[in-house]
């Protein structure tokens, strides 16, 4: 089966950096569009990067748009979050998850496969 597994989270200090990672198994990641979401503690968990399958086209909601870059190796089979600028309102766990539509926006309904998540604690 296709499986992700998120990993690099831990803590983090405002204004420093993090890279998180998503690892595919069981199948070619290539072949999926790749949306990141993280959930707040309290909160509702939120969408915030799509990028298809390709890598042309990645897209950001606008809390996270120039201080996040997502961007993948599809060799490796791994997509990379690097987070840079942190904020404590970045805290959170942090998932990937894969859609069978290449070109999908990454709703939360449109992803077919989804990591386990990783732990990103920012604070002073």
């Known amino acids: 089966q296709f499986v992700l597994v998120e990993s690099g989270g831990g803590f983090g200090q405002p204004g420093g950096s993090l890279r998180l990672s998503c690892v595919a198994s069981?199948?070619?990641?290539?072949?999926?569009?790749i949306g990141w979401f993280r959930q707040a503690p309290g909160k509702e968990r939120e969408g915030f990067s799509c990028i298809n399958s390709d890598g042309r086209s990645t897209t950001y909601i606008p809390s996270v748009k120039g201080r996040f870059t997502v961007f993948r190796d599809n060799v490796k089979n791994i997509v990379y979050l690097q987070m840079n600028n942190l904020k404590p309102e970045d805290t959170g766990v942090y998932y990937c998850?894969?859609?069978?539509?290449?070109?999908?926006?990454?709703?939360?309904?449109?992803?077919?496969?989804w990591g386990k998540g990783t732990l990103v604690t920012v604070s002073s």
């Open positions: 069981g199948g070619t990641l290539e072949d999926y569009a």
């Open positions: 998850a894969a859609s069978r539509l290449r070109r999908a926006l990454c709703p939360s309904s449109a992803m077919d496969y």
